[in-house]
């Protein structure tokens, strides 16, 4: 019997850890997205492409596997925490190797990383809203490991006097879990694609994410552009009418204008994907 319990643990781990892999390439082929790396080009950067994108998923699929199956029905305490976060920064340097030392995925990697790791301390039956507090509880705890650097993220949040990627897990993904998700699942009811349900979710966290991503290159300017630009897209219907389109079309010409990404949406729709799928395995798919 013990045999059968580590059998279906590895299963579940190695399900969970391409889940995490499909969705972050599903974030980056979704198209079209404002300033993003998509199925049509490199949006506002000049150092990432798609592919790039998606040997960089692949790469992390060992450090998610490692990270379900050191999770796996154990309680969130200290000693987890650290472990999580070490397979974190080994799983950063993977990627770095990857793609020649650029930084494609650390945002993602923080928080699909904490999701995986709750989905794999909770029961299979648990609910996205379960799997994300249980996110929050490991992300509040310390890290006794974790270097003392400043990301451009942190900088960007200390600058700006704004919550990061850090606050948003420890407050159980409210970018996610308050907007994103019903946003996905109300599209879906009102006939929209797929994808257009996927814009629609991505346009819902950026009306009001602190997105450092586009703080660090564009400023406050850029964050009120992103906010109310994904703002025009859902009182216009979202991307399933053709006026959500055209506001979609003029969000990303000033996107690409302002040379900002948002990032730290695309890293949050993926976690979006994530969640539906861990808690609804029968969802839909492109």
């Not at 994410?209 to 564009?218: E, H, M, P």
């Amino acid at each position: 019997m013990k045999q059968l319990s580590q059998t279906h643990a590895e299963v579940q781990a190695q399900r969970l850890a391409t889940l995490a892999r499909d969705c972050l390439i599903d974030e980056a082929r979704l198209s079209p997205k404002p300033g993003l790396v998509d199925s049509r080009g490199n949006g506002a950067h000049h150092d990432l492409s798609l592919a790039l994108m998606e040997r960089s998923a692949h790469s992390l699929t060992p450090t998610f596997l490692q990270l379900a199956q050191q999770s796996w029905q154990r309680p969130a305490d200290i000693a987890l925490r650290e472990t999580v976060g070490r397979l974190g920064r080994e799983g950063e340097q993977q990627m770095m190797k990857a793609t020649d030392g650029v930084n494609t995925h650390r945002g993602a990697i923080w928080a699909l990383g904490l999701l995986v790791s709750a989905a794999a301390m909770q029961s299979e039956s648990a609910s996205a809203q379960q799997i994300a507090d249980t996110a929050a509880g490991l992300a509040r705890l310390p890290d006794s490991a974790a270097p003392k650097v400043f990301s451009k993220g942190l900088k960007a949040t200390h600058r700006y006097q704004v919550p990061g990627a850090r606050e948003e897990a420890q407050q159980a993904f409210p970018h996610v879990m308050t907007l994103a998700l019903p946003q996905l699942l109300r599209s879906r009811a009102n006939g929209a694609s797929e994808s257009e349900a996927r814009l629609d979710a991505l346009m819902a966290v950026m009306t009001s994410l602190s997105d450092t991503c586009v703080l660090s290159r564009a400023g406050m300017i850029g964050l009120n552009a992103m906010q109310n630009g994904a703002r025009a897209v859902l009182t216009a219907g979202g991307c399933a009418q053709p006026a959500g389109r055209e506001a979609l079309a003029r969000l990303d010409a000033q996107m690409l204008a302002l040379n900002a990404s948002p990032g730290g949406a695309a890293d949050l729709l993926a976690a979006t994907l994530f969640l539906d799928r861990v808690s609804q395995p029968a969802s839909c798919s492109i």
